[in-house]
């Protein structure tokens, strides 16, 4: 006969490993780096035919000059840095590019791109699941902070959840109250509360900071709030707002707030110099990374270029780092401008120039960075 126990499911002080997961970690499975992106924008034939999409195509076009033949397009920081420097200054650019048209193009533009790693991000992920697989038979004791807005990771972890752990998000959701309202989305357990647990088994709580946001939150400006729905990302390209539907029945309904009705905000930090790091769930998040980050006894970039538009992260590991702190970096670019980037960071460092997928099917690799 099973038995069922409420533990408490508790933190080591410290932390064996860190993954700091870029952008190279879910393009094997599809997902677009960041160059990509606007290419893609600009070519997809949904996103043309679409209401926000016009606007967004419309604007880049007229203020922006590139080369879809030769493949030379702007940067994406290059584009949100025109868009915030009107909106920052509070000034139109134009009769047809009001400050409020700027201000709403922005918006589009974050959805579209939304959309755009959305169209990569359903389905089940090989790779990631090879990635839980690998490390969780060395270690039990390591945390995940990743830049990346797809969901994949968290898909992935659903062979290992209840018996080897509960994935922990690092901040409040909505989902965790159990007000009548919410009742449709409580199923996300918060691992930081007793949990039930059958028989002798111990699961253990794993820390995934996004600390660029997720496809799956939905944020309320009015109550603060932040719901999670995993099956539920898409985005309406006619009228800008989420496309709501129930799980598993998949019926579609207005997705707003439980709580006042307000219509929800994507929560993901865009590619731009300008970036809300005072918004509460980044500026929580931010925290939790640094907690990490000082707690560690190693860390491992793998896919992330630490990129110049990424500042806060460069300042967050400068500020925690301390010199016994072992760093791999996972990557396949290898030149001396990018080896620099992180020797800014700490000399403690090991490169190897291998892929996501080379380094997981490296046994020897993971067992040394894992065990040693």
Not at 137 to 151: H, M, R
Request: with cysteine; proline share 4%; aromatic share 14%.
């Amino acid at each position: 006969m099973n038995t069922f126990d409420e533990k408490y499911l508790k933190y080591d002080n410290e932390r064996d490993v860190v993954f700091v997961l870029g952008a190279g970690a879910s393009h094997p499975d599809g997902v677009p780096l960041q160059r990509h992106i606007l290419p893609m924008i600009l070519n997809e034939k949904d996103i043309a035919d679409s209401v926000i999409g016009r606007q967004v195509i419309d604007f880049i076009k007229d203020n922006f000059a590139y080369d879809s033949s030769s493949n030379l397009f702007p940067q994406l920081e290059a584009v949100f840095g025109f868009l915030d420097y009107f909106i920052a200054q509070n000034e139109s650019l134009s009769a047809k590019y009001t400050n409020q048209h700027i201000r709403e193009t922005k918006e589009y533009l974050i959805k579209l791109i939304h959309y755009i790693v959305n169209l990569r991000t359903d389905k089940d992920s090989k790779v990631y699941h090879h990635f839980w697989d690998s490390v969780t038979k060395y270690s039990s004791n390591f945390s995940i902070i990743t830049l990346n807005y797809d969901t994949l990771l968290e898909q992935a972890f659903d062979f290992l959840y209840k018996d080897f752990g509960y994935l922990d998000y690092c901040f409040h959701l909505m989902n965790y109250d159990k007000r009548k309202e919410l009742k449709p989305y409580n199923f996300w357990l918060n691992p930081r509360e007793p949990l039930i647990v059958e028989g002798d088994k111990t699961p253990i709580p794993i820390k995934i900071i996004k600390l660029h946001g997720s496809l799956t939150w939905k944020y309320c400006s009015c109550c603060n709030q932040t719901l999670l729905t995993p099956w539920d990302r898409e985005i309406d390209l006619n009228r800008g707002t989420f496309t709501g539907y129930t799980y598993p029945e998949k019926t579609k309904y207005d997705l707003v707030c439980p709580t006042d009705g307000t219509e929800f905000q994507t929560l993901i930090l865009m590619p731009s110099y300008v970036k809300p790091l005072s918004q509460s769930v980044i500026s929580q998040l931010t925290g939790e990374a640094s907690r990490e980050v000082m707690a560690t006894k190693k860390i491992v970039f793998i896919g992330y270029s630490l990129s110049n538009a990424d500042l806060h992260i460069r300042a967050l590991f400068k500020k925690q780092l301390k010199e016994d702190i072992k760093l791999y970096v996972i990557n396949t670019r290898q030149t001396e401008a990018f080896k620099l980037k992180y020797y800014s960071l700490s000399s403690n460092i090991e490169f190897f120039n291998k892929s996501f997928e080379e380094f997981l099917n490296n046994e020897e690799l993971i067992e040394k960075i894992l065990n040693d």
